[in-house]
């Protein structure tokens, strides 16, 4: 009984010998150094290209379904602030705290204002607050330190027909900003 044992234990070693060949380790053998080499080739590191300072930041709106009029004293009031500050003055008209000069329309005097006439054109206020924040980031990201609105023009879009033959009101908007410090040495000079 011992010694058939043992012989079946030797068989079995030997087909397991068998099975194990010697190709499939020589395989295993090359997907082991295939995966050291993908480990060892590393992607070289990609450099971040400096971005060059710029003078100016500009944000551009178009067709925007604001009144092309009020726009125009909007574009009054926030002309020579910081981004952040028009976008201040803008958020007060919008909360009805100040109300925006338009003596020349022939608008109604406010009442304990100080102001000869003005309104409070929310709308307009909305869609050129999204523009001055445009302006601002792209102010950031051009590398302008003191920021200032130097140009905040709006003009008349084309406008589209809508119903019963009206057309609706649509403006085109543009908003410079450039540096404070850079516009008062062009001054002096």
Not at 14 to 33: A, Q, R
Not at 81 to 92: F, G
Not at 134 to 141: I, R, S, T
């Amino acid at each position: 009984m011992a010694d058939e044992k043992k012989q079946v234990e030797i068989k079995k070693e030997e087909i397991k010998k068998v099975e194990t060949k010697p190709e499939e380790t020589k395989m295993e053998n090359k997907t082991e150094t295939k995966v050291e080499e993908k480990k060892e080739t590393k992607k070289p590191e990609k450099k971040v290209k400096e971005v060059p300072k710029k003078e100016v930041a500009i944000a551009n709106g178009y067709s925007l379904k604001i009144s092309p009029k009020q726009s125009v004293y909007v574009c009054k009031i926030i002309r020579g602030k910081s981004p952040e500050a028009a976008i201040e003055r803008l958020q007060a008209v919008i909360d009805e705290r100040r109300p925006v000069p338009m003596a020349a329309l022939e608008v109604g005097h406010k009442k304990g204002k100080g102001l000869a006439g003005g309104r409070f054109p929310k709308n307009a206020c909305k869609g050129i607050m999204e523009i001055v924040k445009q302006a601002g980031a792209n102010a950031v990201v051009a590398g302008i330190e003191n920021p200032v609105i130097t140009i905040a023009k709006s003009d008349r879009a084309s406008a589209p027909f809508r119903r019963a033959g009206r057309k609706a009101k649509r403006t085109h908007m543009h908003i410079e900003v450039k540096d404070k410090v850079k516009l008062a040495e062009a001054k002096n000079k």
